[in-house]
């Protein structure tokens, strides 16, 4: 099976574009992208921006410019944007490196280990299996029971370590099924069903999408700091994914009638794969108790007077060594070590900005013309990270958003940092028109079962809905009820 989800993350970077190849465009896309810095920093400096914040405004067009392009790997992009701050003397080496070694990337590591135990095992596959057995009554529950599934295991390792495992097993269904590519809407549903639940579940803890540790890394190195728990991250981000589930679900059964009655044949392929899985070995006993054990210290002991969420990742990732059940070899196979760098150099960026004034002469720039209205501000902020993470990769939207939002809040009464900053991660996880907009999109597409315009048209509908929700849970529920 290892092998079956190593050959359909190839197809992905295929896909994506993650094998850049030196062709001339992709020249001329560098060349362009420095030509902004050295204009940028020959320019006079405009009125209420020092040189420093000028400079890292043409670092923050290079960076936008490299990561939605791609001639160049997002990681290299990150530690280009890392090294670059020093060379233009925008901000000292020590200082740009020390916020490389930020905590959340510590938690972000651990994180991945923990996620790779469950691959190596097979349990991310067991529980996946044994989730959809629930789901087995009907066609459309069915459906549901893949996007929800999905979502579920979203909370517990990356979205989009959880599409390539689900995409070989809704797979197998189809097939067994007889289901035509294309030309079902079972289909085109089923494999939607993955790459929507992948997204929407990875709003809901930190573990789902590294963008969500890198904001609250970001908030932490803030003056004062702004600390989250893994706990409080739910609290917040928890009603976003229960509203938005099964109305985008809803949205899929709209776009798509189902023609199909009966899945007889997939309920028997379902309790066959089961019945292949076997018992629980003595190593994913292991496992799950410190998977259990490392939640459980995330949710009542991540608060810097105790452990705080980097530490406790780390500690269940030794733990995973010290009982046998992982190696390194595997860790070096299965963590995507580029994601790391890409992340790193994002932090960096954004506490650049943040320090140089750069943000925030970006977003008086920017927001002047809302009249400082706090409600037309958060509905822009959400437009805009939306339209962006359709885009390019969803961490670098966030990372190029999160220093403007940040400064927006220090501009607009009634929007605080940590409002603006939960605006922009979230909405940054709701890609749903362009198979280039996530790895999830981009891993079920690569099944066939359904064409790139079959997606653009469920996600303008479905990226509408979400818009609408997270405005009404910001003005509501963050606002009004938590008082942020």
């Known amino acids: 099976m290892n092998k079956d989800n190593e050959k359909k993350e190839e197809e992905y970077k295929l896909i994506k574009g993650k094998v850049p190849t030196f062709t001339k465009r992709n020249v001329f896309i560098i060349i362009f992208a420095f030509s902004v810095v050295a204009i940028l920093y020959f320019l006079p400096t405009p009125e209420g921006l020092s040189q420093s914040g000028k400079i890292m405004i043409g670092i923050l067009l290079m960076g936008g410019i490299l990561w939605v392009t791609e001639p160049i790997p997002l990681a290299v992009t990150g530690l280009l944007i890392i090294i670059v701050q020093p060379m233009l003397n925008v901000m000292p080496a020590k200082d740009v490196f020390s916020s490389f070694g930020n905590q959340a990337v510590f ?100 573990i789902g999408g590294a963008r969500n540790p890198l904001t609250i890394g970001i908030l932490s190195d803030l003056n004062p700091p702004i600390i989250l728990t893994f706990f409080d991250w739910m609290i917040y981000s928890m009603p976003i994914v229960f509203i938005a589930l099964p109305l985008v679900w809803l949205v899929l059964q709209i776009s798509f009638p189902i023609e199909i009655k009966d899945i007889t044949t997939a309920k028997r392929e379902i309790n ?25 210290l995330w949710i009542f002991f991540s608060v810097p007077q ?35 760098l890409l992340y790193g150099g994002a932090i960096t960026l954004g506490i650049s900005m943040q320090k140089t004034g750069a943000g925030a002469w970006i977003a008086h720039s920017i927001f002047d013309v809302m009249a400082t209205n706090p409600y037309l501000v958060i509905f822009g902020l959400i437009i805009f990270t939306i339209l962006l993470t359709n885009m390019m990769s969803n961490v670098g939207a966030v990372a190029i958003l999160l220093p403007i939002g940040l400064a927006v809040a220090t501009e607009i009464p009634g929007v605080s940092p940590l409002l603006a900053s939960l605006i922009i991660a979230l909405s940054g996880g709701l890609a749903f028109m362009f198979v280039i907009a ?11 079962y359904f064409s790139s315009r079959d997606l653009f048209k469920a996600g303008v509908v479905a990226n509408i809905i979400c818009i609408g929700i997270i405005f009404i849970v910001a003005i509501v529920y963050w606002k009004g009820v938590l008082g942020l």
């Open 272 to 296: 066959n794969q089961v019945s292949m899985a076997g018992k629980m070995g003595k190593y994913e006993i292991i496992v799950i108790c410190i998977l259990s054990l490392t939640v459980f």
């Open 438 to 448: 996530t790895p999830g999109n981009a891993i079920a597409y690569s099944s066939g």
């Open 107 to 206: 938690f972000l590591i651990g994180a991945f280990i923990l996620a790779a135990a469950l691959e190596k095992h097979g349990l991310h596959r067991r529980t996946a299996l044994k989730l959809l057995s629930f789901f087995e009554k009907n066609p459309k529950i069915f459906t549901l029971g893949i996007m929800s599934s999905c979502a579920f295991l979203s909370f517990i390792m990356p979205a989009v370590g959880v599409a390539a495992l689900f995409l070989p097993i809704v797979a197998s269904i189809l097939i067994a099924m007889k289901i035509t590519p294309r030309k079902s809407n079972f289909g085109k549903i089923s494999m939607l069903s993955i790459a929507y639940g992948c997204s929407i579940g990875s709003l809901g803890t930190l």
């Open 306 to 340: 105790y452990f705080g969420l980097a530490v406790i990742a780390i500690l269940g990732s030794i733990l995973l060594f010290f009982t046998g059940c992982i190696t390194w070899k595997d860790v070096e196979k299965r963590v995507p070590w580029g994601i790391i």
